[in-house]
């Protein structure tokens, strides 16, 4: 490999850290194996090969998707059992059967009676296909609302009468758990999302409609809820990395950071306490998710700051704009020199790459990169 170290890396450029990989990796992979819930991994964050091996270590190798585009790129890389967590549309259905003609235990979800109803249709002709309910558990994004759960029995009815369907079960995404900052309203959450799942399990099962998957998804719940009684699977993303805004919301602390974005000083102006690096919208997306909590972080902080509440504070296309509250420190961040931002989302942040330049903190503090994780992006 030609790059030695991060000095030599064009900019801007993604940085995962292997040791703080490895540490969430096996935080999450030993909690989830302590409450006796199966993992599968979001791999929406990562959308590595690499990174999704070493997630399901030790468990079973079912993980979570979010686009047709990973779902063949991850099972090109040997994954089986993958579920395609974002609602199906009838168009999309010849593609998903074309992955299940390969062996690939794709499964998908809707919440709605006309796809519900496609999907059977589609199945009468043969293929076969494996579905589960998405429950609003609180999140509102989609999904059934708990605890009404209109059309519930309707879907799921068609759903498990139709020849060649399996009704996989139900699941749910607590969105609202990132606008929780504390572990008790996390939770909170979690409950809600746990009694949402597992009561529409239950209302399935005293129909006599199987329920065999009750599937729960996101970081912070995995991470603060204190029941998992009724729940079999977790579907946790972001944790394999973290980022300020998990770090604000309490699922995690500032050393279970991941991942970076190096950037290059391109400019010097005092004049407005500012200096300008070559990380924009681009290379950092305008996700604010962490000002919600640290109004300061403005699209990402910078990595071992000389002065405080030091931030990328404005983002035009290529160019961030860094402040601080105090004057800044020309003198040691010349032009050329090297910064490294902590991104606000890691998932939105890293989806304008396509790989990652890995470190290890263990090793040299991180300075040499010991490998290169490739990643899918699109649709």
Same mark, same amino acid.
């Given at each position: 490999m030609a790059v030695q170290t991060i000095d030599d890396l064009p900019t801007p450029a993604l940085i995962l850290d292997r040791a703080v990989l490895r540490r969430n990796l096996k935080r999450m992979s030993q909690r989830l194996h302590e409450a006796g819930?199966?993992?599968?991994?979001? #791999?929406?964050?990562?959308?590595?090969? $690499?990174?999704?091996?070493?997630?399901?270590?030790?468990?079973?190798?079912?993980? %979570?998707?979010?686009?047709?585009? +990973?779902?063949?790129?991850?099972a090109e890389g040997g994954f089986k059992d993958i579920l395609y967590g974002v609602g199906v549309v009838p168009s999309k259905l010849a593609a998903v059967t074309g992955l299940r003609r390969q062996g690939i235990n794709l499964r998908i979800? $809707?919440?709605? =009676?006309?796809?519900?109803?496609? &999907?059977?249709?589609?199945?009468?002709? @043969?293929? %076969?296909?494996?579905?589960?309910?998405? &429950?609003?558990?609180?999140? @509102?994004?989609?999904?059934?609302?708990?605890?009404? #759960?209109?059309?519930? =029995?309707? &879907?799921?009815?068609? =759903?498990?009468?139709?020849?060649?369907?399996?009704?996989?079960?139900?699941? $749910?995404?607590? @969105?609202?758990?990132y606008h929780e900052s504390t572990s008790e309203g996390i939770a909170r959450v979690a409950e809600q999302e746990r009694q949402a799942i597992v009561g529409a399990a239950e209302k399935l099962r005293a129909a006599g409609i199987p329920c065999p998957i009750v599937s729960g998804g996101s %970081?912070? %719940?995995?991470?603060?809820?204190?029941?998992?009684?009724? &729940?079999?699977?977790?579907?946790?993303?972001?944790?394999?990395?973290?980022?300020?805004?998990? +770090?604000?919301?309490?699922?995690? @602390?500032?050393?279970? !950071?991941? !991942?970076?974005?190096?950037?290059?000083?391109i400019g010097h102006?005092?004049?407005r306490n500012q200096l300008l690096i070559d990380a924009g919208a681009l290379a950092l997306s305008k996700d604010i998710s962490a000002q919600e909590f640290q109004p300061k972080v403005g699209y990402g902080t910078i990595a071992g700051a000389p002065v405080k509440d030091m931030a990328v504070i404005a983002c035009s296309q290529e160019h961030g704009f860094v402040g601080a509250d105090s004057p800044?420190?020309? +003198?040691?961040?010349?032009?050329?020199?090297?910064?490294r931002i902590w991104p606000n989302h890691a998932c939105i942040t890293a989806a304008a790459y396509d790989r990652y330049y890995v470190v290890d903190s263990e090793v040299d503090g991180g300075r040499s990169v010991v490998d290169i994780y490739d990643r899918i992006n699109g649709w």
């Open positions: 819930v199966a993992l599968r991994p979001h #791999l929406k964050t990562a959308k590595s090969v $690499t990174i999704g091996r070493m997630a399901v270590e030790g468990h079973d190798g079912r993980i %979570t998707v979010s686009t047709l585009a +990973e779902a063949r790129y991850f979800v $809707t919440d709605n =009676l006309a796809v519900a109803r496609a &999907i059977a249709s589609e199945a009468r002709n @043969g293929d %076969t296909f494996s579905v589960f309910v998405e &429950i609003d558990s609180g999140g @509102g994004r989609a999904g059934l609302p708990y605890p009404e #759960l209109p059309g519930l =029995l309707d &879907i799921a009815r068609v =759903l498990h009468e139709a020849p060649n369907v399996e009704l996989a079960g139900v699941m $749910t995404h607590a @969105g609202h758990s %970081t912070p %719940t995995a991470v603060h809820s204190r029941n998992f009684d009724g &729940i079999t699977e977790m579907r946790p993303g972001v944790y394999v990395f973290n980022d300020l805004d998990q +770090e604000f919301i309490g699922s995690c @602390g500032a050393d279970d !950071l991941a !991942l970076s974005v190096l950037a290059s000083v102006y005092p004049h800044l420190p020309y +003198e040691s961040l010349p032009v050329g020199s090297r910064v």
